[in-house]
């Protein structure tokens, strides 16, 4: 597995079209900040936090799924890889896991790059905004890493990139779970508790001091493991297209 | 090997491009959206009545009360400021109270336009503000 994921490593960090898409995404929200910043007050390096992180599954997720998950398919790495032997279960394990390190890595400089934009222009994040930064951060990491896990079942179960990809999207600008909010509204609310923003609010509210980390953890555990074995399932179940 | 000082030209002008339009962008950010801090008292014979507010193709949306005052910052700087506030009630309405004659108001205004404004005590007002508020009522 550890060779699996260092050949996968080593091909994303050598893919080129990674680093000029976050450097763009980079500079366009450099300059986003700049053109804003003359209606800056001592608030907005947080909610501005809270606003953009909004974006991050989709933007950053987006493009890290694609890379990880659906390049497989286009590539016919999958089979190949299947093809040596290498367990299924393997290969969805080290997928997620790789889903997940990116992710961490992008949601830790995130933060660090907001606030050393808002540093730059005079509005340097107190040591409360940092906390609130880093836990905005953390729900979304969680969201993307989870949205990933749900739209791997796609991946694995009808191997097609369009599909998964839109899944993927629908999910990570809270389409999805805008619609079964909506359903759940109506026939259970308490429902809508279990729902993934609602359990990474909770552990961003947790983590900033507020709330039992306990109980959304173990939700949110429980949900990843439910779509990795969902993964592995439909892995199996599924021929390899030829 | 041909094609790559094309393509740095190309770079660079994108470049300058962009960085122009931040520069725009930013000047038109804060000439409209970017607010200065005004306050304002709505004259004790100021006409309240409602009339037809229009799109701008003229076509009637719903009726408001249109104010137009002298604002005044904290140094006792003069400015007009204008705005519209629907009738409660109505579908344009965003749930603001229309001030009343006597009424004090905080308008934050930018170079163009009115951003936010609301009701406000009379004792939040910066002395040199109340004191033109005073002279000029």
């Given at each position: 597995?550890?060779?699996?994921?260092?050949?996968?490593?080593?091909?994303?960090?050598?893919?080129?079209?990674?680093?000029?898409?976050?450097?763009?995404?980079?500079?366009?929200?450099?300059?986003?900040?700049?053109?804003?910043?003359?209606?800056?007050?001592?608030?907005?390096?947080?909610?501005?936090?809270?606003?953009?992180?909004?974006?991050?599954?989709?933007?950053?997720?987006?493009?890290?799924?694609?890379?990880?998950?659906?390049?497989?398919?286009?590539?016919?790495?999958?089979?190949?890889?299947?093809?040596?032997?290498?367990?299924?279960?393997?290969?969805?394990?080290?997928?997620?896991?790789?889903?997940?390190?990116?992710?961490?890595?992008?949601?830790?400089?995130?933060?660090?790059?907001?606030?050393?934009?808002?540093?730059?222009?005079?509005?340097?994040?107190?040591?409360?905004?940092?906390?609130?930064?880093?836990?905005?951060?953390?729900?979304?990491?969680?969201?993307?890493?989870?949205?990933?896990?749900?739209?791997?079942?796609?991946?694995?179960?009808?191997?097609?990139?369009?599909?998964?990809?839109?899944?993927?999207?629908?999910?990570?600008?809270?389409?999805?779970?805008?619609?079964?909010?909506?359903?759940?509204?109506?026939?259970?609310?308490?429902?809508?508790?279990?729902?993934?923003?609602?359990?990474?609010?909770?552990?961003?509210?947790?983590?900033?001091?507020?709330?039992?980390?306990?109980?959304?953890?173990?939700?949110?555990?429980?949900?990843?493991?439910?779509?990795?074995?969902?993964?592995?399932?439909?892995?199996?179940?599924?021929?390899?297209?030829? | 090997?041909?094609?790559?000082?094309?393509?740095?030209?190309?770079?660079?002008?994108?470049?300058?491009?962009?960085?122009?339009g931040a520069i725009w962008g930013k000047q038109y950010y804060d000439a409209r959206y970017v607010g200065a801090d005004y306050y304002?008292?709505?004259?004790?014979?100021?006409?309240?009545?409602?009339?037809?507010?229009?799109?701008?193709?003229?076509?009637?949306?719903?009726?408001?009360?249109?104010?137009?005052?002298?604002?005044?910052?904290?140094?006792?700087?003069?400015?007009?400021?204008?705005?519209?506030?629907?009738?409660?009630?109505?579908?344009?309405?965003?749930?603001?109270?229309?001030p009343q004659p006597g009424a004090y108001l905080w308008v934050s205004a930018s170079k163009q336009i009115v951003v936010r404004w609301?009701?406000?005590?009379?004792?939040?007002?910066?002395?040199?503000?109340?004191?033109?508020?005073?002279?000029?009522?």
């Amino acid at each position: 597995m550890l060779k699996l994921m260092r050949g996968e490593l080593y091909r994303l960090l050598h893919k080129k079209s990674m680093y000029i898409y976050f450097g763009a995404l980079a500079v366009t929200y450099a300059l986003v900040v700049y053109v804003r910043s003359g209606g800056f007050s001592a608030q907005s390096v947080v909610s501005d936090a809270m606003n953009f992180f909004n974006f991050l599954p989709a933007l950053a997720g987006g493009f890290l799924f694609a890379a990880l998950y659906t390049d497989d398919l286009n590539s016919k790495n999958l089979i190949a890889l299947v093809g040596f032997g290498v367990s299924k279960t393997k290969i969805v394990v080290t997928r997620f896991i790789l889903m997940a390190l990116l992710s961490a890595l992008v949601f830790a400089l995130v933060p660090l790059f907001h606030g050393m934009l808002y540093t730059l222009l005079g509005w340097a994040p107190a040591q409360v905004a940092w906390t609130t930064i880093y836990a905005a951060s953390l729900k979304y990491f969680l969201m993307t890493v989870a949205f990933a896990a749900l739209a791997g079942i796609v991946v694995y179960g009808l191997q097609r990139t369009t599909f998964s990809m839109v899944l993927y999207i629908l999910l990570a600008f809270n389409v999805v779970s805008g619609l079964i909010t909506v359903v759940l509204k109506t026939f259970a609310p308490n429902l809508s508790n279990y729902l993934m923003a609602s359990i990474s609010d909770r552990i961003m509210l947790a983590a900033m001091g507020s709330g039992s980390l306990v109980t959304p953890i173990v939700l949110y555990v429980a949900y990843v493991a439910c779509a990795g074995a969902l993964s592995v399932l439909a892995f199996h179940k599924k021929e390899m297209e030829f | 090997m041909k094609k790559r000082p094309v393509l740095w030209i190309v770079l660079a002008l994108v470049a300058v491009v962009v960085v122009a339009g931040a520069i725009w962008g930013k000047q038109y950010y804060d000439a409209r959206y970017v607010g200065a801090d005004y306050y304002a008292m709505v004259p004790q014979d100021y006409d309240t009545t409602s009339h037809d507010i229009k799109s701008m193709n003229g076509e009637v949306v719903g009726t408001g009360v249109d104010y137009k005052l002298t604002a005044y910052n904290a140094r006792g700087e003069a400015r007009p400021v204008a705005f519209t506030v629907a009738d409660p009630g109505t579908s344009i309405s965003r749930g603001e109270e229309q001030p009343q004659p006597g009424a004090y108001l905080w308008v934050s205004a930018s170079k163009q336009i009115v951003v936010r404004w609301k009701s406000t005590e009379q004792n939040a007002i910066p002395e040199k503000a109340l004191e033109m508020i005073r002279k000029n009522h």
